[in-house]
């Protein structure tokens, strides 16, 4: 009777963790289902006017190039690393921390490499190791544009003032519910489109192409980090509700083996109860 009462207790525990996976993955859902509105319809904005900053940096001279585009020896990297504040996603935040881990000791290993992290999970790793000039966890409480820009013009003023000669981003770029891509991204300084993917066009620059890309690059960039978070936020959603229905899944499947286990015990122990009482009686008519 003992071995059936802890499979009942099994049972309870796997029946409750169930019901919490499954209402989670409902949450993630709906949450998703937002965010992938929101990167589906930013994308093709931001992809264009980074074409556009891109080709007109291309076109000015040595002279009138702008301070954002200023190629330098890369001693200082300034690693910008976007997570979440939440596990329970699967491999959204570790395969961020191994993404990052790599440019620290592979790809920068011989410069001096410093984090900017958006994002709990993140952090507590890669503060253990490394440098973490700034924590901006809370960005997610409100993901809005204007609080993603004073994230961008911090990044910037760290790039012109000599702080940093490289700025890149790390994050995971939204594919479907099922998928994210890590994505790093050189952030600063701007890579302009060289040879023949410079897209050639007659404009009317007023009052200038130089003020003009003066004033779309600082845009540009806000745009550009606007869109990694976004991507991020939404990877992370469709993350934890893949693991959610993979959880529910694997609970459901274990739900039934004990039951499966425990009617098999019980009906054993049923059988020895009557095998019990049917050899008592024979006993006494003997």
Do not use: W
Not at 9 to 18: D, G
Not at 61 to 77: C, H, I, L, P, W
Not at 195 to 200: K, R, V, Y
Not at 266 to 276: F, P
């Amino acid at each position: 009777m003992a071995n059936l009462k802890e499979l009942r207790n099994r049972i309870t525990s796997v029946s409750s963790t169930m019901q919490i996976t499954s209402a989670m993955k409902m949450v993630s859902a709906a949450k998703l289902n937002k965010a992938q509105m929101a990167i589906t319809a930013m994308r093709p904005y931001a992809d264009k006017l980074t074409e556009l900053l891109q080709n007109l940096s291309a076109s000015l001279d040595g002279d009138s190039a702008s301070t954002y585009a200023e190629q330098r020896e890369v001693n200082k990297v300034l690693v910008v690393a976007i997570a979440s504040n939440r596990g329970l996603a699967g491999a959204f935040n570790s395969n961020i921390i191994k993404a990052v881990r790599n440019l620290s000791e592979n790809e920068y290993a011989t410069q001096q490499v410093d984090f900017y992290t958006i994002g709990k999970k993140v952090n507590d790793v890669v503060a253990k190791t490394h440098i973490v000039v700034a924590n901006k966890n809370d960005i997610y409480d409100d993901l809005s544009f204007t609080n993603v820009a004073t994230v961008a013009e911090e990044l910037m003023h760290m790039f012109t003032t000599g702080a940093y000669d490289k700025i890149v981003i790390v994050y995971n770029k939204f594919r479907n519910a099922a998928s994210q891509d890590v994505t790093t991204e050189q952030f600063l300084p701007i890579v302009p489109i060289e040879g023949d993917a410079i897209t050639s066009a007659d404009y009317i620059f007023e009052p200038s192409k130089e003020e003009i890309v003066e004033q779309l690059i600082p845009k540009s960039l806000k745009t550009q980090l606007y869109k990694a978070i976004r991507d991020s936020f939404a990877s992370e959603h469709g993350a934890r509700m893949t693991a959610m229905h993979k959880a529910t899944d694997n609970a459901t499947e274990l739900r039934d083996s004990l039951k499966l286990s425990y009617n098999k015990a019980r009906q054993a122990a049923i059988t020895n109860e009557i095998l019990e009482i049917v050899g008592g009686a024979e006993a006494l008519n003997s």
